[in-house]
Structures are given as C-alpha cells and as structure tokens.
C-alpha cells in the first residue's frame, strides 16, 4: 500500500511503451471519429428524409449505451457473423462508433446555431447545397465547437482504457501486467494514473492555447 | 437460440442482473449528490488552500480513467467486496463532476440578486433557501441528469471488478448460450432503456425550466 520508487525505475521501458500504444489508438480514433461525426452530424442536419432518421436513431442509441458493452459486442459479436477482425480494429472501431455519435450531436449543434439566411444568401450567390456546407456552414460550425471537440479527444484518451479488457496492451494493460508480475498495485496505477493525467493536462494546454489564438482571429459575427 | 432460451436470458438479465445495476446507482446517486453539493458549496467560498485541493480532485477525475481507478481501488485500497469497490469509485469520480455543476449554478447566480434581497430587508436564510438555491437547483438540473446517465452507464465498468451487474451477467449467460451479439444486445437494449428514460425526463424538464426562467414562447 506505498509508492515504490525502484518498482518504477524497473517497469518504466513498459509503462512508456503503453503510453506510446495508448497514443496511438487516441491518435486513430479521435482523426475517425471527427470524420464519422461530421459526416454523421452532417447528415443529421441535412434533413433527408429516410437517411437522417436512421443517423439520428444510431446516434441517440450510441450515446446512451455503454461504451464496455459496445466494445464487447463487436469484439466477441463480429465473429459470430464470421467477420474476423483483429482486437485492435474492433477496439478502434467501437472508439469510432461510440465516440463519432458524440461528436456528430456536437457538429450538429454548431450547424444549427448558423441563421438559416446564410443559406438563402448562399443559395442566391449560385453556390450548390454541397459547396454551401463545404465553404460556409461546416467551417463556421467548426469553429463554434472547436473547444468541445477538443474536449471529445481527452474523453477518448480516456476511453482507450477500456481496450486493455480486449487484449490490446496499452497504458492500463500495462499497469494491470506489472501489478501481476511484482504485486505492487499502487504503484502500478498510481504511475498509469499521473500518466494519463499528464496527457489530459497537455490537452487542456492545447485547449487554451487554441482558444487563445482565436481570440485574435477576426470572426464573422 | 430457441424462443424459450431468449426468454431464459432476458428473464435472468432483468431477475439478476438489473436489480444490482439499480441498486449501485441508486446507492451511487445518493452518496454523489450528498458530498457533490457539500463540496460544490465549498468551492463557491474561493477559500484559498481548499479551493486548489478540489481543484485538484476535478482534475484527477477528468484526466484519470475510471477503469485506473476502480482497478486501484480494487487492488490497493481493500474495500472488501466488488460491489463497495465499484460504489467507492464511482461515487468518487461522479461527485467531482457534481461539485463542479453546482459550483458553476452557484457563480452564475448574480451577487446583485443578495444585495437586492438584502435592500428589501429580507433574511439572509430565506434570501438563500427561497431565491437562491430554487434558482440553483432550476439551472444545474439539466446537467446532473446528464452526469447521470453517465453514471449508469458507468455501472456497466463494475463488471470487471467481479460485480454482478447487468454486463457481468451478459457474460455469464455467454457460457450456456454462446450467442454473444443476442447477449449483450439485450444488456444495450436494457441500458438504452434506462439511459433514454431519463434523457426523456431531463429534455422536458429542461423545457420547462426554460419556460420558467425565461417566459413563454422561449422554447
């Protein structure tokens, strides 16, 4: 029930390893995620009539279920439809799925603060729906919710954790695996915890940063 | 899986699973609510030293994992049972989240509402408990209902402790019937049902209180 200093020094190659394989999967998933949800908030936006209901509908069910159980269903679900991915595709894909949906009603909102004249202007300017969204409404989106997306990164970096539980090695497997290996459970979470509280922090620095720089930028209204 | 078997599997999700999932939220909630609001009244003084350690505890259960730290809980703190474990983990990272939605009702409530409470000579307890903390409790009710249905998803972790929940039966049922998409289709389908109840009831309340805020026609 201490903190082991020499325990550290000896397991720290792994812990940093796991940090870099948590990176990683973050990286993947938060780049896929805000694809699929602006993709996905986009299309619930738009209003067409079969497709936006089910975005909708796949949205508000992805939110509302857990994450764990998500992660199991595809993970021991897939096979069953004789669809053999490996963990680490399962895993990002649950990240994609789960965390894409939050993003989606984040990009949703941002395109419904909009005023619709813009679209009337648009439209009277000769520009198509699609270089509408392409040039005036996603970018003015964007920056309206640039701080909750960033905000969607750290809950993925978190959410990555869950993916020790589908044998992928990453920072909390890696705790879990030193504390079999010497039984020194504090240390061991004690060490992945500061870890990922030191990746959140440099993400909150981003934040500000970004936010700051924004400051200065002109904006339209 | 034959008619009968689903029947089995749903049967036994809701006869054994549900009633712990409740009964760790509910336990959870509780507890949450109770050290969230002492705490988030705390914070709303600004007192120095005491200010940084809970800002300290915020951050700590918005950067940790809740999988890191139920995994601590679980294996340095000794806490005896699985279900304890999960209780202490989730009632600390959920009251943070507390404290902080009831700081911010707190801050949002303008100093000039005391001051003209205090200019009609009213007392200081029922300044508080008739214009303050209705208003508070108005403004912060939306975002507890959210922090709620995270919780109760988050119950769903306690399965890797050894809680026999709504997931960790999911998986014992995966023995006898090794249908895993029907399994934990039925545990989503489930927590989706618990989760979009209260989604429902936090969207009209939030209706309504804009209603009362704002007036009519502010919807």
């Known amino acids: ?221 | 899986m034959s008619l009968q078997d689903h029947e089995t599997a749903i049967v036994a999700l809701l006869r054994f699973g549900l009633p712990q999932t409740l009964k760790l939220i509910g336990v959870c909630v509780i507890l949450a609510l109770a050290i969230g609001i002492a705490l988030g009244i705390i914070r709303s003084f600004r007192i120095p030293v005491v200010d940084h350690i809970l800002g300290a505890y915020a951050m700590i259960c918005r950067g940790v994992p809740v999988m890191v730290i139920l995994l601590f809980v679980y294996s340095s703190l000794f806490l005896g049972t699985p279900y304890w474990t999960a209780v202490a983990t989730l009632t600390f990272s959920e009251s943070a989240y507390v404290m902080e939605i009831v700081k911010g009702g707190l801050w949002s409530i303008d100093k000039g509402q005391w001051e003209a409470a205090d200019s009609l000579a009213l007392p200081k307890t029922y300044t508080l408990f008739k214009i303050i903390i209705p208003q508070v409790f108005l403004i912060t009710l939306p975002a507890l209902f959210g922090q709620l249905v995270l919780l109760v998803k988050g119950t769903s972790v306690a399965s890797t402790v050894g809680v026999i929940e709504l997931t960790k039966q999911g998986q014992f049922l995966l023995s006898s019937y090794s249908q895993p998409i029907v399994i934990y289709g039925y545990v989503l389908l489930i927590f989706f049902i618990l989760c979009h109840t209260l989604t429902s009831i936090s969207d009209r309340l939030e209706k309504n209180i804009r209603r009362k805020i704002l007036g009519e026609g502010h919807e």
């Open chain 1, 1 to 221: 029930m201490s903190f082991k200093l020499y325990v550290l020094e000896a397991t720290l190659p792994q812990f940093i390893a796991g940090t870099l394989v948590t990176l990683q999967y973050t990286l993947v998933a938060v780049v896929l995620a805000i694809i699929w949800g602006i993709l996905i908030g986009s299309l619930t936006y738009k209003r067409i009539p079969v497709l936006s209901r089910l975005c909708r509908w796949y949205v508000t069910f992805f939110r509302e279920t857990p994450l764990l159980v998500q992660i199991y269903v595809i993970f021991y679900g897939l096979p069953q439809l004789n669809l053999l991915l490996s963990a680490a595709t399962c895993g990002v894909m649950a990240l994609v799925l789960n965390d894409g949906a939050f993003i989606a009603e984040i990009i949703r909102g941002g395109l419904q603060s909009i005023e619709t004249g813009q679209l009337d202007a648009a439209a009277s300017l000769g520009f198509s729906p699609l270089q509408t969204w392409q040039y005036f409404l996603l970018p003015q989106a964007w920056k309206k919710v640039t701080e909750s997306i960033i905000g969607m990164i750290s809950i993925i970096l978190k959410d990555t954790s869950l993916l020790a539980l589908i044998t992928i090695v990453e920072l909390t497997a890696v705790a879990q695996k030193v504390n079999a290996q010497r039984f020194e459970p504090t240390t061991a979470f004690l060490t992945a915890g500061t870890l990922y509280l030191l990746m959140f922090l440099c993400l909150e620095g981003i934040k500000k940063l970004v936010m700051r720089r924004r400051r200065y930028e002109p904006t339209g209204s």
